[in-house]
């Protein structure tokens, strides 16, 4: 991995995880996480923590099927499947788990499942786990998914088809309006992981269902708890009888010890607050379009996004990493990201805006980048 360039180390966050935080001894403008919201270090949450610790203690002492469900657990529950418009929702303990045990509760090994290529890594983790067929799409290809489900019409077993709401990498938006329709006509379940999208797109953060005006048609929506909501976890929301049945046989959820108290009273604030002040989801919009336009008038290419996620495309892996490490020690922590993550010839560095970020921020993080990206011979001078 040395000789190949991709050996890294882990660098070390020494403040919370703020738009200007302390990492490897240094303050940087921090373009590097998920916190969309800038939910990580709120107040509300905080307090909400730390008062379930001071009531329920520290830990739940077993499995959601034991001991490992409080009242709070459920509360959270019940939260997120009425935002989300939905009979019911279960609560993982983090998103991978959520993709990972739901594929492979559903599907066994006389099923297909027709997924995108550039799906997240807990998707196909779930997909092999499930031992059912698995048919790869091309990215966002609405007509060849209709294709190999058309193709499946008269095999046996059940089909799922699988899209990421927001792809983490380009920040592109899934096709999920054409891929109900493909579903819907083959008769196959329909599967959203709104892992980058809730908290982003739809009414107060409702996600793609939502964005794309589809309540009641995607069987399975996945989420997280670890990205906008700004704690940890993952969640599953669709049918009541969908739900159930996870309860059952979700080995995550059967075989892995449940939140801390913490943990699920943060959560349960943070969809307070994402009811309460829809703003701060405008704010991360605003930020959005006003960082990625003074990219583009710098002469940087932003590739697809079309969400917050902001790839700073610079061709190799070995150059992505190199501006990413420049960058950091400039003040700007923005991650490298290469082969094999994203196509050879398509390296990039990874900025990711904030509600949180000021405008004054956001200047000096696009300052940053100009004048490295300048003096590397990245941009032209
Ligand atoms: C981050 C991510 C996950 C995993 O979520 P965690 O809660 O961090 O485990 C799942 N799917 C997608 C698309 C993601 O980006």
Partial sequence: MRAAGSYFRLRELESACEPLSRA????????????????????????????????????????????????????????????????????????????????SAILGPEDHIISDELNHASIIDGCRLSRAKIHVFRHRDVAHAGEILAGLESVSGRKLLITDGVFSMDGDIGPLDGLVEVAERYGAIMMVDDAHSSGVLGRNGRGTVDHFGLHGRVGVQVGTLSKAIGVLGGYVCGSRDLIEYLYHRARPFLFSTSHPPAVTAACNAAFDLLLAEPERIELLWDNTRYFQAALAAQGFSTGLSQTPITPILVGEARTAHEYSAALFEEGLWATG?????????????????????????????????????????????
């Fill in 24 to 103: 490897d001894g240094r303050e940087v403008i921090n373009l590097a996480s998920n916190n969309y919201l800038g939910l990580a270090n709120h107040p509300k949450l905080k307090e909400a923590a730390l008062e379930a610790v001071r009531r329920f203690g520290a830990g739940t002492g077993a499995v959601r099927t034991i001991t490992g469900t409080m009242a709070i657990h459920m509360e959270l529950e019940r939260k997120i499947a009425a935002f989300k418009n939905t009979e019911a929702c279960v609560v993982f303990q983090s998103g991978f788990a959520a993709n990972a045990g739901t594929v």
């Fill in 337 to 381: 990201i290469g082969f094999p993550t994203v196509p050879k010839g398509r390296a990039r560095i990874r900025a990711i805006v904030t509600a949180a970020h000021t405008r004054e921020l956001l200047d000096r993080a696009v300052e940053t980048l100009t004048r490295v990206a300048k003096r590397m011979g990245i941009l032209a001078q």
